[in-house]
């Protein structure tokens, strides 16, 4: 890696790097589909059935009539979601997720939560900060910060948070 040109670094973190970030991340001059297929097109990695299987993540996290819509016009939790999907788009080796589910009900907590065990399934890593605990059912391990220092969680995967 630290040989790498940072224009290799930046593609290379685009290609096998996705992150579901805990604030906005939308560009607003874009679509709701557009701005899920936007890592795709950076590098023009996105391949002929990138358009496609953007409108597949959105209809599985119920998004999908809003694809023509600005992200203006969107909820926090659609927001969250259009962030996830374009995450699960890029096919990448590692999913870093801040609060994934923090903007969503129940019933969207439990989609994300289970797409991105899919995605772990499929072979990337998936590494997830949440205060969340339905998360827990979800992971393979499980860690928490106590006082500033990281510990396995005494519940541990498909446990009770402490």
């Given at each position: 890696?630290?040989?790498?040109?940072?224009?290799?670094l930046?593609?290379?973190?685009?290609e096998?790097i996705?992150v579901i970030?805990?604030g906005?991340s939308?560009v607003?001059?874009?679509?709701?589909?557009?701005?899920?297929?936007l890592?795709?097109?950076?590098?023009?990695?996105?391949?002929?059935?990138?358009?496609?299987?953007?409108?597949?993540?959105m209809?599985?996290?119920?998004i999908?009539?809003?694809?023509?819509s600005?992200?203006k016009?969107?909820?926090g939790?659609e927001?969250r979601?259009?962030?996830?999907?374009r995450?699960?788009?890029?096919?990448?080796?590692?999913?870093?997720?801040?609060?994934?589910?923090?903007?969503?009900?129940?019933?969207?907590t439990?989609?994300?939560?289970?797409?991105?065990?899919?995605?772990?399934?499929q072979?990337?890593?998936?590494l997830?900060?949440?205060?969340?605990?339905?998360?827990?059912?979800?992971?393979d391990?499980?860690w928490?910060?106590?006082?500033?220092?990281?510990?396995?969680n005494?519940?541990?995967?498909?446990?009770?948070?402490d």
């Amino acid at each position: 890696l630290y040989a790498l040109a940072d224009r290799e670094l930046s593609r290379m973190r685009n290609e096998r790097i996705s992150v579901i970030p805990q604030g906005r991340s939308a560009v607003d001059s874009l679509t709701v589909k557009e701005n899920i297929l936007l890592p795709g097109a950076l590098y023009g990695t996105g391949g002929a059935g990138a358009e496609t299987e953007a409108e597949q993540w959105m209809e599985q996290l119920g998004i999908l009539p809003l694809a023509d819509s600005s992200p203006k016009e969107l909820s926090g939790g659609e927001l969250r979601r259009m962030a996830v999907a374009r995450a699960l788009c890029a096919h990448p080796a590692v999913i870093l997720a801040d609060e994934p589910t923090g903007d969503l009900d129940d019933e969207n907590t439990r989609r994300v939560l289970s797409l991105l065990k899919e995605a772990a399934e499929q072979g990337a890593a998936v590494l997830l900060v949440t205060h969340e605990n339905e998360a827990l059912r979800y992971c393979d391990e499980a860690w928490r910060m106590d006082a500033g220092e990281l510990r396995p969680n005494q519940g541990g995967p498909g446990g009770k948070a402490d």
